[in-house]
């Protein structure tokens, strides 16, 4: 794959949306599930904290895990394609996220899912600030770290 071009301002967008949505963990951690739940009602089972409630619970320590690293993990791939055209992901990292998923039975449609609930997310944390440049820079940042761990759990298959 060619150099990506990831310019500093599309890095300022998504590290200034992550500022936004980090004083709020418990709210937007909350919002990012039900979001997952609402549009694939069926990836509830693959959550062990979800499997045995009827409601996406508040201020669950695994849940807010989860919904973290899904945002820092894309905003660190936000400043290393910036810095370096690129994803870096440590090795180590790269193969625990892999095997988790699979693991877990997540599948490539998953990650689309996991990309529209971010999205709905930010729009819902960032109010009038949100537009179609935040969208977009947070997009091309998670698409190529979801790519990253999507080849990972090819190649343990
Ligand atoms: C677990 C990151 C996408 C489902 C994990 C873990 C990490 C992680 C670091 C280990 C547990 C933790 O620290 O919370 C990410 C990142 C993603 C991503 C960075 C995308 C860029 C997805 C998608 C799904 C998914 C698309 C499926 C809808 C799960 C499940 C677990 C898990 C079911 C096990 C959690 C448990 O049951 O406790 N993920 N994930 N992840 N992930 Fe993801």
């Known amino acids: 794959m060619g150099e990506i071009v990831f310019t500093e301002k599309q890095e300022a967008l998504v590290k200034e949306s ?20 609402e549009i ?20 669950n320590p695994k849940l807010k895990a989860h919904a973290v ?13 910036r810095e ?38 930010l729009k819902e944390g960032l109010g009038e600030k949100y537009n179609e440049e935040v969208e977009g820079a947070w997009s091309q940042a998670y698409d190529h770290l979801a790519l990253a761990i999507k080849t990972e759990m090819k190649q343990e298959d």
């Open 18 to 37: 992550w500022e936004i949505l980090k004083q709020d963990i418990p709210k937007y951690s909350l919002h990012f599930f039900s979001q997952i739940l």
């Open 40 to 59: 694939a009602p069926a990836a509830k089972d693959m959550f062990s904290f979800l499997r045995d409630t009827d409601e996406v619970p508040y201020n």
């Open 69 to 81: 690293k899904v945002f820092k993990m894309t905003c660190e791939t936000a400043i290393q394609l």
């Open 84 to 121: 370096k055209g690129k994803v870096v992901v440590a090795d180590t990292t790269l193969q625990y996220l892999g095997s988790v998923h699979l693991k877990s039975g997540v599948l490539d449609p998953h990650f689309e899912v996991v990309k529209e609930a971010l999205v709905r997310t």
